[in-house]
């Protein structure tokens, strides 16, 4: 089998690599992110540098962190003069975030067009890190249709609620798929992710709340008292203001956190 090249590159699918080249969404997202030239951002997975190309611009000091040695090197070459940009070969799942707050500025934004196969994982990875003032991402629009979900819609589940706990998350816009190459087989969504500075919704325990949630939506189909029967009884739901006959679908955050702060306790 041929191997599949764009500009040049051997396409990696292991990396999940669909390279953006539509310059009407480009502009798009530089305009969405809005950056100022006092700002420091990170840029995860800037592949062939569609989007590094016009934000180092605008920015004091662009990070860049790309997994694949092929990239780093077409990077290295290509931005060997910038001097407000720096390249970190790392794989985004293990980086420490809080070393760019720790020798370099208080606080980073993020971005990228984000590889589909880690994107969850990277979100639940970032969400620990405090100096993160937000987040703009492009995912994989069934991935960012569960980010935004609501309770009592067919998307809502253990991702809406954890995200929605971190962020703020709003709907940019959506982008086709021939706006990659190669093109994927799948439609894509721009979000902002806005860490809430105070926490929107009280929790003790982070641990708690992944636990309630993976035996809720583990049994999605069953009501909550026989879902939760490990760590609640149908009087104990009752007294949490909880009716013990919806499903978790049904189930705020808000509800989720109290349940959570109830086995924490």
Do not use: W
């Amino acid at each position: 089998m041929a191997k599949l090249k764009y500009n040049h590159h051997i396409v990696k699918k292991k990396f999940g690599q669909n390279f953006l080249i539509d310059n009407d969404i480009i502009n798009s997202i530089v305009y969405s992110i809005n950056p100022k030239n006092t700002e420091t951002m990170i840029e995860i997975g800037p592949g062939l540098g569609a989007l590094t190309k016009h934000m180092y611009k605008y920015l004091n000091k662009l990070f860049l962190v790309e997994y694949d040695i092929d990239l780093v090197n077409r990077l290295l070459n290509y931005f060997s003069d910038v001097k407000n940009l720096k390249i970190f070969f790392k794989n985004a799942l293990k980086f420490d975030f809080s070393h760019i707050d720790n020798k370099y500025y208080n606080s980073v934004r993020v971005f990228g067009n984000l590889p589909y196969n880690i994107s969850v994982l990277l979100l639940l990875h970032l969400f620990k890190y405090k100096n993160i003032y937000d987040m703009h991402f492009m995912f994989q629009k069934e991935v960012a249709n569960r980010l935004l979900a609501f309770p009592n819609t067919k998307h809502y589940g253990r991702l809406s609620i954890i995200s929605q706990y971190f962020c703020n998350i709003t709907h940019l816009f959506d982008v086709f798929p021939e706006s990659f190459r190669p093109i994927p087989k799948v439609s894509s969504t721009f979000l902002r992710l806005s860490p809430y500075q105070k926490k929107k919704y009280y929790l003790k325990n982070l641990k708690s709340l992944i636990k309630v949630t993976s035996l809720a939506f583990g049994n999605r189909r069953k009501i909550i008292k026989n879902s939760l029967f490990e760590l609640f009884s149908e009087n104990e739901l009752i007294n949490l203001q909880i009716d013990p006959t919806l499903r978790a679908e049904n189930i705020s955050i808000e509800q989720y956190c109290r349940l959570s702060n109830c086995i924490s306790e």
